[in-house]
């Protein structure tokens, strides 16, 4: 489970590094012709944040699962 949050992780770094890049790009609006793809791409790294928290959320689930079926083992 430790890979999968790793992973996630590394996931939600390059979703923000994304939204930075694309968010500067609008702000400096030095290529006018390619706004319509940056806000693509942010909306792209929005629902690739959501899935790698999501992730996360599902290896805390299991992980507190297989800690509580320890405990009623022991």
Known sequence: MIS?????????????EQVERSAANIAGAQ?????IEDI??????????????????VADD????LINSFDREV
């Open 4 to 16: 999968a949050i790793t992973t996630a992780l590394s996931g939600l770094t390059k979703a923000s």
């Open 31 to 35: 290529q006018p012709d390619r706004i």
């Open 40 to 57: 693509i791409d942010i909306k792209q790294a929005e629902i690739s944040y959501k899935a790698n928290i999501k992730t996360i959320q």
């Open 62 to 65: 299991l992980t507190r699962e």
